[in-house]
């Protein structure tokens, strides 16, 4: 069984670095045909992808946030993090990683983590 688990600061000041890490069990991020995503929802609003590192180590960013995302990974830690910077309170969200297997859908998914942006 695949588990996700978000951590980070739940809160983060405008302006600043917004940093959150997914560790990953029972199942290797390095497998082929897996892509580990970034997913968050504002309050009231929809999911929105934010990005994902593919098992070949390849990034992939929302348009819209691509300028400000950067999503990377440590292999002997099973993990992978998330970093939007120049954060504003618009980035306030629960924020959850998922895995997308190539082909399919999102077949597991974290608990979710809030971050609110306030200073």
């Known amino acids: 069984q695949v588990q996700l688990q978000e951590s980070g600061p739940g809160l983060v000041k405008p302006s600043q670095t917004l940093s959150l890490t997914c560790t990953v069990s029972?199942?290797?991020?390095?497998?082929?045909?897996?892509?580990w995503s970034w997913i968050r929802q504002p309050p009231g609003k929809g999911l929105e992808w934010i990005g994902s590192i593919a098992y070949s180590d390849s990034t992939y960013y929302s348009p819209s946030l691509k300028s400000r995302t950067s999503i990377s990974r440590d292999t002997s830690k099973n993990q992978f993090t998330l970093q939007l910077s120049s954060v504003t309170p618009e980035d306030t969200a629960v924020y959850y990683c998922?895995?997308?297997?190539?082909?399919?859908?999102?077949?597991?998914w974290g608990q979710g983590t809030q971050v609110t942006v306030s200073s």
């Open positions: 029972g199942g290797s991020i390095t497998s082929n045909y897996y892509y």
């Open positions: 998922a895995r997308l297997r190539v082909g399919a859908e999102y077949d597991y």
